[in-house]
């Protein structure tokens, strides 16, 4: 019986989480309240407490778990046992820049102003540059397994920092040409 109590804690805590995340990503941090989370969720506002210390703590974790699951898509979309190496990195960049649900956006375009040192604690500035890190090294992982990939090192460090950069540019404008660009020069430039 207490395993069960665990598990079903367990699935609470984590739609809290995929609830918060997706608003964060949706409407920043500051568009996260805990009773609209927590009704979302299904449960009610009194019960946040037994999962969260503070809000605080939910938002970092919700970053951290937004990061880790866009990570495991990254390379669930880039490398396949069913796909080719060859063409790895370009399969990354168009799963990129694919049409989202804006609560599925790239955590680092959503979130960048509001990880901020000036803008966030220090907890939720780590969660953030693990995050990008953890963004980055799979994006190094992928075009390293891509053979047909030919970009260098410091290729890969703008070519990185080109797409998320258009990927933001993209978003705040309402203008696609800044990452249809970036994703056809990565895309020419990979093969």
């Known amino acids: 019986m207490g395993r069960s109590n665990r ?12 609830q918060a995340g997706a608003t964060m990503r949706g409407g920043g941090v500051g568009a996260v309240s ?19 210390e503070s809000k605080e703590a939910l938002i970092t974790e919700a970053c951290s778990s937004g990061f880790a699951r866009s990570v495991q ?14 063409g790895a990195l370009k399969r990354l960049v168009a799963f990129y820049f ?3 649900p804006v609560e599925q956006s ?6 960048g102003q509001d990880a901020a040192p000036h803008n966030a604690s220090a907890a939720l500035n780590e969660a953030y540059r693990e995050g990008v890190g953890q963004f980055f090294s799979t ?9 047909s ?11 990185f ?14 203008d696609k040409k800044w990452a249809a660009e970036v994703e056809r020069g990565l895309v020419g430039s990979s093969t």
């Open 106 to 111: 790239c955590p680092m375009v959503a979130l």
């Open 139 to 147: 994006f190094r992982e992928i075009a390293h397994t891509d053979r």
């Open 73 to 86: 898509n990254w390379k669930a979309r880039a490398i396949s046992t069913r796909q080719p190496a060859a």
């Open 98 to 100: 694919a049409k989202k």
């Open 161 to 174: 920092a080109a797409m998320v950069g258009a990927n933001m540019l993209s978003r705040a404008t309402g």
């Open 149 to 159: 990939c030919s970009l260098s090192e410091e290729q890969l460090v703008v070519a």
């Open 34 to 52: 805990i009773s609209e989370i927590m009704a979302r969720a299904g449960l009610t506002q009194g019960g946040f407490y037994n999962h969260f």
């Open 7 to 18: 598990e079903q804690a367990d699935k609470n805590r984590q739609r809290i989480v995929d």
